[in-house]
Nanobody, 113 residues
Framework: QLVESGGGLVQPGGSLRLSCAAS????????TGWYRQAPGKQRELVAF???????NYADSVKGRFTISRDNAKNMLYLQMNSLKPEDTAVYYC?????????WGQGTQVTVSS
């Protein structure tokens, strides 16, 4: 089970930190990531981080977002800085491996003045 938190309304240029709490024993061996889906658009990958710690980012968020994980706590994070209106979306936590693929319920992020 994955539970996201930390979404909300923020002004352009502001920051938010998303958290994803995972239950179970698979987290430390899995690849974990954040996706987002804006109204009328397809879900897109924002960033992912492997169990060893290496990370990749979508070009649209490079330099502004930072993904991190705490394997001891089964937690995934997304620090979002310099937020833009186009970052408005529902953000989903994803945990996947060879034999599994789990999604959270999503948390709304709205960037607006």
């Amino acid at each position: 089970q994955l539970v996201e938190s930390g979404g909300g309304l923020v002004q352009p240029g502001g920051s938010l930190r998303l958290s994803c709490a995972a239950s179970g024993r698979i987290f430390s061996s899995a690849t974990t990531g954040w996706y987002r889906q804006a109204p009328g658009k397809q879900r897109e990958l924002v960033a992912f981080i492997r169990n060893g710690g290496s990370a990749n980012y979508a070009d649209s968020v490079k330099g502004r977002f930072t993904i991190s994980r705490d394997n001891a706590k089964n937690m995934l994070y997304l620090q979002m800085n310099s937020l833009k209106p186009e970052d408005t979306a529902v953000y989903y936590c994803n945990v996947w491996g060879v034999t599994f693929n789990y999604w959270g319920q999503g948390t709304q992020v709205t960037v607006s003045s």
